[in-house]
């Protein structure tokens, strides 16, 4: 059984009484004084206990306590306070508290004061249409759908809605050899000295519940013909376990849409490739995390930062991807999945923590990074609970996020 501390109000505290004058209706204990079996000097152990993990002495014992815990049976409000544990007077231990109610107990919450953020019950649905006039590509419906939703699925389970919200995916077909995607609208966040702010759209309605494009699409993924009629992109018959054999000289279609949805969520954004320069009063919330020192850029969110240990460099000439060949930084991250250097050929990539930490940093409703340590290291809401919305309006169609690419063509090793 596990109690949150304000069920009864007191703090985890050891009941120290004399032996003299005591209440008679108490089993009182004190904490262990040796090494052996949990005896004080001179006092017997009631339990007869010589188990070395047992820390407690108890000098006597008027009534029954089943657990041994030094609380009563009919005042214990956790009645199997385990043995090495130390209880309070209400007879719970810190394994059986969670003081916070964030789901971890006292005994390995590293955040004592850190509240759960999650809301209990709200999903996240990713919704997959496609769009081909002609039909030609109707064989792959199915495969292409598949990996499609299961790809933005990998990214809704790492975030925390407000309420039930589904995350519509438009999928489309042409002639070109890569893909590439982005969020359908843009949602404002704030207006600093007359620069907006803009997050992406799917992110704004898992964060807040309101959809900023009602029935239209949130995203727009598009597929290159040439990576289904010539072959060179394999799909996985069950990509959430991935576990079927990728052929080595074929890309991993799965991965290639993880990729593409890391573009609708995170990464993307309006500053210029080469300089970093701004097209006009806004930027995205990837934006203003990006730092350009004359030679490369860098992402410099707190969260990322502290996840790769540094700046972390991002691709020159292709700044919504990470990592850049040498001499530039960042060939460390060549591997991950949203570098934008090479694709590879029998290759599969993974959402990182890396990926995690930018997508914290520009303001997704992230869950806790799951150490088990009750530590919220990246927050749930880190933007104002009611953004004003801004929908597919005149000063929009100005400035759409640029779609970003996936180049499975001459980049593909």
């Known amino acids: 059984m596990k109690i949150n501390q304000n069920q009864h109000g007191v703090c985890l505290a050891m009941l120290l009484v004399c032996l003299a004058g005591c209440d008679t209706g108490k089993v009182i204990v004190v904490p262990d004084a040796d090494s052996i079996d949990g005896d004080q000097p001179n006092v017997t152990d009631l339990n007869g206990d010589t188990d070395p993990d047992d820390k407690r002495d108890v000098l006597f014992s008027t009534l029954d306590d089943a657990d041994g ?9 956790c009645d199997d306070t385990p043995a090495d544990e130390l209880a309070d007077e209400f007879g719970c231990s810190c394994s059986q508290l969670d003081s916070d109610d964030d789901g971890v107990n006292d005994c390995d919450d590293q955040c004592p004061n850190n509240a759960r953020k999650t809301v209990a019950g709200a999903t996240i649905v990713c919704d997959v ?11 792959f419906y199915p495969i292409v759908a598949l990996n499609v939703r299961t790809a933005c699925e990998a990214w809704t389970q790492h975030m925390v809605a407000l309420q039930d919200v589904s995350i519509e995916v438009e999928v489309r077909f042409a002639d070109i050899s890569t893909a590439y995607a982005s969020s359908k609208t843009v949602a404002r966040v704030r207006n600093d000295n007359g620069l907006d702010t803009y997050e992406q759209g799917a ?6 519940g309101i959809d900023p494009n009602d029935d239209v699409a949130d995203a727009v993924v598009t597929v290159g013909r040439h990576n289904l009629t010539d072959g060179l992109w394999w799909f996985d018959p069950d ?14 279609a799965y991965s290639a849409f993880l ?14 490739f080469e300089n970093g320069e701004l097209p006009g009063n806004y930027l995205s919330t990837f934006d203003e995390y990006i730092e350009f020192d004359g030679e490369n850029f860098f992402f410099i969110g707190e969260h990322a930062v502290e996840a790769y240990g540094g700046p972390v460099p991002l ?37 990182s ?21 009750g530590c919220d290291d990246l927050p749930a ?24 690419q996936y180049d499975s063509g001459g980049h593909a090793h």
């Open 69 to 77: 815990d030094g609380v009563v049976d009919e005042d214990d409000l």
């Open 353 to 373: 923590e890396i990926d995690l930490a930018i997508l914290a940093d520009v303001g997704a409703p992230v869950q806790a990074s799951g150490t088990g340590l």
């Open 259 to 272: 990729h593409e949805m890391g573009h609708v969520f995170a990464y993307n954004g309006w500053k210029d």
């Open 381 to 404: 809401v880190m933007r104002p609970a009611a953004p004003l919305i801004v929908g597919p309006a005149p000063e929009m169609q100005e400035r759409p996020l640029p779609p970003q």
């Open 315 to 351: 691709t020159y000439g292709n700044i919504a991807h990470l990592a850049n060949s040498a001499p530039r930084p960042g060939s460390d991250l060549i591997e991950e999945l949203m570098n934008g250097v090479v694709t590879r050929r029998g290759k599969r990539r993974d959402i």
């Open 203 to 208: 992110v704004s309605e898992i964060r807040t």
């Open 239 to 252: 990509p959430t376990r991935r576990e079927a054999q990728l052929p080595d000289d074929r890309i991993d």
């Open 129 to 139: 249409s496609l769009d081909d006039p002609s039909g030609e590509f109707a064989e």
